[in-house]
């Protein structure tokens, strides 16, 4: 597990925005300045995030020490200190314990969604760890070794499990998952198969079909009496499509 870095160490960042409202799991609603980092570990065949995960989109983005993260986390949320919720890519491959260092310390609160791939040590300064294991439909294969390492990390951080149902197979393998770790809170939501390219977020958004989906997921869970699940929606989905910095 990799410690905090020097804080003179600069992370990639895709985008800083908000403040907006979490658009789902255990934070849905609340307000929150999110920290987009770049690079990602995974590439996962639906991915709705492409210009933070792929490569060829590395020169958009831009090398930031801490103090500017938060400078900027600063500007936008007018210094009244909210959430900070840090996504990407694959937020765990930066090195961000000095950002949350330096917002808890302001008062600042700090959320991570992360597929559970990478395993950091300032996990435990965290104030909602979400993992994020990928189900089949991915085409990502979890290794659940490091899985537990991140769990492990974290410590005493609340975490909570987030998986993504596209169809029968997620399902039941999100059943299996839920039966390994029965002492986390999960949250399933229905997956967006119409994500943006990643030049265009006015890409239309299939919400009927999306919509279709989660009535699924919840007659599934209801008729399986699987009542310790929580099932929610993409909500930022629903009110802004496919659209950034919301």
């Known amino acids: 597990m990799g410690g905090i870095p020097t804080v003179s160490e600069a992370i990639r960042i895709s985008e800083i925005f908000g403040p907006t409202i ?20 995974y590439r996962c065949s639906w991915c709705d995030s492409l210009h933070a995960v792929d490569a060829e989109y590395r020169a958009t983005w831009a090398p930031m020490p801490p103090g500017e993260v938060m400078a900027d986390v600063a500007r936008l949320s007018g210094d009244r200190p909210l959430m900070v919720t840090l996504s990407g890519g694959n937020p765990a491959i930066q090195p961000l314990g000095p950002v949350i260092e330096m917002g808890k310390a302001k008062g600042y609160r700090f959320a991570m969604e992360t597929q559970g791939s990478v395993a950091r040590d ?4 965290l104030d909602m760890l979400v993992l994020s294991p990928k189900p ?8 659940w070794a490091v899985f ?13 499990l987030k998986i993504v149902i596209f169809d ?5 393998w999100a059943r299996d998952v839920a039966a390994r770790y029965p002492a986390l809170q999960l949250y399933l939501q229905p997956g967006n198969h119409t994500p943006p390219p990643p030049e265009d977020d006015s890409a239309v958004v299939d919400q009927d079909g999306i919509d279709a989906r989660m009535r699924w997921l919840v007659d599934r869970v209801v008729a399986d009496g699987w009542f310790a699940a929580k099932v929610l929606p993409q909500l930022h989905v629903m009110l802004w499509g496919n659209k950034r910095g919301v």
């Open 122 to 125: 300032w996990f435990a300064a």
């Open 22 to 41: 979490q658009g789902e799991g255990a934070l849905i609603g609340e307000p929150t300045v999110f920290v987009r980092t770049g690079g990602c570990d």
């Open 148 to 160: 537990e390492d991140c769990l492990t990390a974290a410590q005493n951080a609340p975490t909570v």
């Open 168 to 172: 029968e197979t997620d399902y039941l």
């Open 136 to 143: 089949p439909s991915s085409g990502m294969t979890v290794d």
